[in-house]
C-alpha cells in the first residue's frame, strides 16, 4: 500500500459543485501540502500544514480551502469548481526531524477536470 | 522573476551520450536542495541530493554553486529509461519549506 494515498484518483465535475480531494499519510510525518500541476508550470504549492493546528496560505490558495483533521489526514476542497481548476493536484508530506534534509513524498495524484 | 528556474527542454539526447542542466536560485539563504524525478503522469520521487561537495550516485553526478546560484545534475551514459522530467528543488532557511522548479524535460532516443 503506498505511504501517501489519495482519493479520488480521477474525477470530473461540473462547473460549480463543490468538490473534496483527499490525502491519508501512514509514513508519521507532521508536514503535509497540496500542489497543482500544470503543464510548463510545474508545482504550485495551494496550502501546507506544518501540524494539525497549522495552515498556512500558498501562492495560488484563492478558489480552495483546506482542513487537516489528523495528523495523518489532510483534504482540499474546492467550494465553487472552475474550468480553470482542472489540473492534476498532489498531496505531498515531509517530517520536520529531518531538518534541511526533508524530502517530500507524494501521493499518486488526483487527476480533476472541471467541464 | 521565479525563485527557482529551469530551463524547460525539452533536452532530445541519443542513448549512451552524457547530459546536463542547470537550475537557478535566486534566494541566497537557500539552505538545501535536491532534484526530483517524475514520469510523466506519475508523481515525483526524490533522484538525489545535492552536497557543497558535489556528489555522485552511479551515472548521475551533481553540484551546488553557492556563489553564482545554481545546481546541476549530470547524466553519464543515458538510458532510455533516463527519459522523465527532472525537478529542481530548493529550501528555504527559515523554515525549510520546499519550492520547486517547473522541470526540464528530457528524452532519450534510441
Known amino acids: ?115 | 522573476r521565479k525563485e527557482v528556474e529551469q530551463d524547460p527542454g525539452p533536452f532530445n539526447v541519443p542513448e549512451g551520450a552524457t547530459v546536463a542542466f542547470n537550475c537557478t536560485y535566486s534566494n541566497s539563504a537557500s539552505q538545501s536542495f535536491f532534484w526530483y524525478r517524475q514520469d510523466c503522469r506519475k508523481e515525483p520521487k526524490l533522484l538525489m541530493s545535492v552536497y557543497s561537495s558535489g556528489n555522485e550516485d552511479g551515472r548521475f553526478t551533481a553540484q551546488l554553486n553557492r556563489a553564482s546560484q545554481y545546481i546541476s545534475l549530470l547524466i553519464r551514459d543515458s538510458k532510455l529509461s533516463d527519459s522523465a522530467t527532472y525537478l529542481c528543488v530548493v529550501t528555504r532557511r527559515s523554515n525549510y519549506q520546499l519550492i520547486w522548479g517547473a522541470g526540464t524535460k528530457l528524452i532519450i532516443k534510441p
Open chain 1, 1 to 115: 500500500d503506498a505511504d501517501v494515498t489519495q482519493t479520488p484518483r480521477n474525477r470530473i465535475t461540473k462547473t460549480g459543485k463543490r468538490i473534496m480531494l483527499e490525502c491519508s499519510q501512514t509514513k508519521g510525518h507532521d508536514r503535509m501540502y497540496w500542489y497543482r500541476q500544470d503543464p510548463g508550470l510545474g508545482l504550485r504549492l495551494i496550502y501546507y500544514s506544518f501540524d494539525v493546528k497549522d495552515i498556512n496560505k500558498g501562492e495560488i490558495s484563492d478558489g480552495y480551502s483546506v482542513s487537516r483533521q489528523a495528523q495523518a489526514k489532510f483534504s482540499l476542497s474546492l467550494e465553487s469548481a472552475i474550468p480553470n481548476q482542472t489540473a492534476l493536484y498532489f498531496c505531498a508530506t515531509s517530517d520536520s526531524r529531518q531538518g534541511m534534509n526533508t524530502e517530500a513524498f507524494f501521493g499518486q495524484g488526483t487527476r480533476l477536470t472541471v467541464v
